[in-house]
């Protein structure tokens, strides 16, 4: 289960630590349903929470320069969790 995904940097991209932390819930979701500990309920209940989590985006300007993750990658890899979690919950 342990992948390595690198993001590239981008101005005006998606705060690191908004990032960061959103893909530990989703791993973590991962692991509790791997380990079979997770109710369709609290499953249900963990990923609005997850979807509600912030991705703020760096302000770019004269002043400062914001480089967060690439809006793009970020989007497609938190897409392909969910795409994992959906299709482990409907094995």
Do not use: C, W
Not at 55 to 73: A, E
């Amino acid at each position: 289960m342990s992948e390595s995904v690198v993001f590239s940097s981008e101005r005006g991209g998606y705060n690191k630590e908004d990032v960061l932390k959103k893909v530990e819930a989703y791993t973590a979701v991962l692991v509790m349903l791997h380990d079979s500990n997770m109710s369709l309920m609290r499953l249900n209940a963990e990923l609005e929470r997850i979807r509600s989590m912030p991705l703020r985006r760096l302000k770019v300007g004269f002043i400062s320069t914001g480089s967060g993750y690439s809006v793009k990658q970020t989007d497609d890899y938190l897409s392909q969790m969910e795409d994992k979690i959906n299709r482990f919950t409907y094995l």
